[in-house]
């Protein structure tokens, strides 16, 4: 699991029927260096699975490949990236 910020909603004009009910967000995960600075994220962007409802600007618990579609057993969705948790917020040990 990795923690992303959300970066806007993705937009479908036609999908896979699972999808009907979805809310796709465009996320990208951050490395610790980002966190711990509170800068943006540099990475590569991705497209996660939101039930949650997170905002613009939030940060999130993903969850990727084969674990990503574990909530949605038995059914087969065909999701790679999910919105686990909403972070309200992170900590860091103080470095003496």
Do not use: C
Not at 24 to 49: C, K
């Amino acid at each position: 699991m990795r923690i992303a910020k959300i970066l806007g909603t993705v937009v479908l004009g036609r999908s896979h029927p699972s999808y009907a009910n979805a809310r796709l967000r465009l996320a990208v995960p951050m490395t610790l260096a980002e966190l711990e600075a509170n800068e943006q994220p540099a990475g590569e962007s991705l497209v996660l699975w939101d039930e949650l409802g997170a905002g613009n600007g939030s940060l999130v618990a993903l969850s990727e490949s084969s674990e990503a579609a574990q909530p949605f057993r038995p059914d087969i969705i065909p999701v790679d990236a999910y919105n686990a948790a909403i972070l309200d917020s992170i900590s860091f040990p103080s470095h003496s």
